[in-house]
């Protein structure tokens, strides 16, 4: 079967299954999401074993049950994020919203350099984009899905709530661009570089880190914003706005770059160990340090 061939039947079933679930109120979908989401990656194996793999990996201590719990809450909030993304009304989603250090992230705004937002897969960061695109220009960069079809109806859905998507592969000169004209430019740190990464410390263990975020602040001066989605137990979110963290006094060498990179990814660390029910323990984060760039 053709690539295509197979993209537009997938997304034709994609389809279908919105189409089905906008019939049935929200509360139900929402609720019906979650359960699907525990029931099915459990019932399938669905990356089950990588994510308890690398949970084993980070947290030794921890018992089975422990372990079994974080995965069951992992998949929950995935199936919640996702009913919230394609079913739920932003608006109503925004009155569930609350941020911590606001502040922080409107005084970088004002510098008027342009500001990287840099976070990771954690709570519904979705949502979290929509908030912040409705009050300042924002961007977000991001890979393409293998399912084009997919990709551009999901894209569709976040240019619909002012998030302007850069595709990753080509990002360098859209983000130079929107960074000039002072928008937030969010990148999301917290999967394997691979041989396009530097070598970091992550989370106790050897990582390859990306380094877009570092580069391009020692290379432009803009700030960098660290800010995270935290889905409360109540099911309401808490964007926080760290402080900011600035590139000056860092030369754009591979030594700087690579000390500015690992001070960005310890923030995001600290937010893992602290709600790790809401990474998204899927990606083979470690996967590729072998290929990263030492100093």
């Known amino acids: 079967?053709?690539?295509?061939?197979?993209?537009?039947?997938?997304?034709?079933?994609?389809?279908?299954?919105?189409?089905?679930?906008?019939?049935?109120?929200?509360?139900?979908?929402r609720s019906f999401l979650a359960k699907l989401f525990v029931f099915g990656t459990s019932a399938f194996n669905i990356r089950l074993s990588v994510a308890k793999k690398q949970l084993k990996m980070v947290f030794p201590d921890?018992?089975?049950k422990e372990i079994k719990t974080i995965l069951k809450k992992m998949f929950y909030n995935m199936g919640l994020t996702t009913a919230?993304?394609?079913?739920?009304?932003?608006?109503?989603?925004?009155?569930?919203?609350?941020?911590?250090g606001w502040e922080n992230l409107k005084g970088a705004v004002e510098k008027r350099k342009g500001v990287i937002l840099v976070t990771g897969h954690f709570g519904n960061w979705e949502l979290a984009g929509k908030y912040i695109a409705a009050h300042f220009d924002m961007a977000v960069v991001g890979k393409r899905q293998r399912n084009r079809y997919f990709d551009n109806y999901t894209n569709a859905v976040r240019l619909k709530d002012n998030v302007i998507v850069i595709d990753k592969k080509n990002a360098l000169r859209p983000i130079l661009k929107m960074l000039g004209e002072g928008y937030i430019v969010s990148l999301l740190m917290d999967q394997n570089a691979g041989r396009n990464g530097v070598l970091t410390d992550f989370l106790g263990h050897e990582a390859s880190t990306f380094v877009g975020a570092a580069k391009i602040a020692i290379k432009t001066g803009c700030p960098i914003a660290p800010a995270y989605a935290i889905r409360k137990d109540d099911?309401?979110?808490?964007?926080?706005?760290?402080?900011?963290?600035?590139?000056?006094?860092?030369?754009?060498?591979?030594?700087?770059?690579?000390?500015?990179t690992e001070i960005i990814s310890k923030n995001i660390e600290k937010y893992i160990y602290q709600y790790p029910h809401l990474w998204f323990w899927v990606h083979k984060r470690w996967k590729g340090y072998k290929k990263a760039r030492k100093i």
């Open 1 to 29: 079967m053709k690539k295509s061939t197979k993209s537009k039947i997938e997304f034709f079933f994609f389809k279908l299954f919105i189409d089905i679930f906008k019939v049935f109120p929200y509360r139900f979908t």
């Open 235 to 260: 099911g309401s979110h808490l964007f926080i706005c760290e402080d900011i963290i600035s590139p000056e006094g860092f030369k754009n060498n591979l030594e700087d770059i690579t000390k500015f």
């Open 84 to 100: 919230e993304s394609y079913f739920g009304n932003t608006e109503k989603l925004f009155e569930t919203c609350e941020t911590k």
């Open 62 to 64: 921890k018992t089975e």
